[in-house]
């Protein structure tokens, strides 16, 4: 029988794990305490990375070829290799790929919520996009060059103002009476 692996962070998350350690030392290298603290500080705390987590994370890319670990100061400093760096820009293309591909399924993904929560999930997915474009237009993310900033703005506005007139020229919904018919 297999020996059971101790780390009980769920499959989705170590796979996301390892490629969002990559995305990171593409950029810069990194202690694996500095990847935990990150990743806490940028999901605003709903993911909080356990050394038990992070430390198989980094081993597997390294064991893969795709990290190498320098020792400083007694402490691991990791660094992206050149294979590390083809994972990656093939797992991107791949992401790329998927959403060009399936990035019209969200009437699929609507399906699987519950009624009673759809709303709720289309409002949470809106303010996310918003969230997103607001971070990388506000400057937070460094870098975007200021033509590409504009671009978003522009682009983003325009979509809002799409929006905007289509639910304006939307029917107003049917109002239901007391019995729950029609009126």
């Known amino acids: 029988m297999a020996a059971r692996s101790r780390d009980r962070t769920p499959g989705w998350q170590r796979g996301f794990l390892g490629h969002y350690a990559l995305t990171v030392l593409d950029r810069t290298p990194v202690y694996a305490h500095q990847l935990s603290t990150q990743i806490s500080t940028r999901s605003h705390g709903l993911w909080n990375p356990s050394p038990g987590a992070i430390y198989p994370a980094f081993r597997s890319l390294e064991a893969r070829g ?52 759809r709303v709720e999930s289309a409002l949470r997915r809106v303010r996310q996009a918003l969230a997103m474009s607001e971070a990388l237009v506000g400057g937070e993310e460094e870098e975007l060059s200021p033509s590409e900033r504009a671009y978003l703005r522009r682009t983003v506005l325009t979509e809002l103002t799409r929006a905007s007139a289509s639910l304006r020229a939307a029917p107003a919904p049917r109002r239901l009476s007391a019995r729950g018919k029609s009126r």
Not at 91 to 99: D, E, F, I, P, S
């Open 66 to 117: 795709l990290v190498r670990a320098e020792r400083r100061g007694g402490r691991r400093l990791y660094f992206i290799t050149a294979a590390g760096r083809r994972n990656l820009s093939e797992v991107r293309a791949a992401r790329a790929q998927w959403a060009e591909r399936f990035g019209g399924s969200w009437r699929l993904m609507l399906d699987m919520v519950e009624p009673g929560r």
